[in-house]
């Protein structure tokens, strides 16, 4: 089945710094892709995807790049605000119901 | 639309109980989710249904675990019995059928203690 790394599992940043999370697949059949931003007491909510007919998309402050070649997709949030602050998660999407498989997350600070 | 709903959004019981947890997915939805969220293990799909239908249910641990959808707009994940080990965030999510229309949205989920 797929299988999904994220790193890194925690990071800092002062506030108006940029902070980039990466994440690799292993199901070279995967495409899409989004990412998941949870805030504490409440479930993942979707913040931004990409699909692997397109290298990079863009939403504001948040961007996601996609690399099919290497399998590697990465999140970058700029000018970051107190508010980015949260626990972050990249995912997969492979198998017959294009299930997802989710990374480990990582958890974001950002420093006022 | 009300977005997935779940309840109860917390439970306490002691370790041999039944414990029932419960999903709404959004309306016209065909997939529905079951996710366990722990420290250790992360997000782990349990089960999920295509139709009201279960169609892959590996990630289900134990016999002690079950699931049902009896309708479109109606699930349940039941431990018989619980144990300590079972503490952890469960999550129902539900998303419409593939296609170009993947998105998932997930419940706020159900915290759950074993004591």
């Known amino acids: 089945g797929e299988n999904v790394e994220q790193h890194p599992s925690t990071l800092s940043v002062q506030e108006g710094d940029s902070a980039v999370i990466k994440c690799t697949y292993s199901?070279?059949?995967?495409?899409?892709f989004p990412w998941y931003k949870q805030e504490l007491g409440k479930g993942p909510q979707l913040i931004i995807d990409?699909?692997?007919?397109?290298g990079e998309k863009k939403d504001q402050r948040i961007a996601v790049t996609l690399n099919k070649t290497a399998k590697h997709f990465s999140l970058h949030i700029t000018e970051t605000q107190p508010e980015d602050s949260a626990v972050y998660f990249c995912?997969?999407?492979?198998?017959?119901?294009?299930?997802?498989?989710f990374g480990s997350g990582t958890q974001l600070t950002v420093l006022p | 639309d009300a977005g997935v709903i779940q309840s109860p959004r917390h439970e306490v019981t002691e370790m041999g109980q039944e414990v029932t947890l419960r999903c709404k997915p959004i309306s016209g939805h065909d997939y529905l989710f079951w996710y366990r969220q722990t420290m250790m293990r992360g997000l782990e799909l349990l089960i999920y249904f295509n139709n009201n239908v279960p169609i892959d249910d590996s990630g289900m641990p134990e016999d002690r675990f079950s699931a049902k959808m009896p309708n479109a707009s109606f699930s349940t994940l039941k431990i018989q019995p619980s144990e300590p080990r079972d503490s952890a965030v469960y999550f129902c999510?539900?998303?419409?059928?593939?296609?170009?229309?993947?998105?998932?949205?997930f419940g706020s989920g159900t915290q759950l203690s074993v004591l």
């Open positions: 995912a997969a999407s492979s198998g017959s119901a294009r299930q997802l498989t």
């Open positions: 990409i699909r692997s007919n397109v």
């Open positions: 199901d070279s059949a995967s495409n899409y």
């Open positions: 999510a539900s998303r419409a059928a593939v296609g170009g229309r993947e998105k998932l949205f």
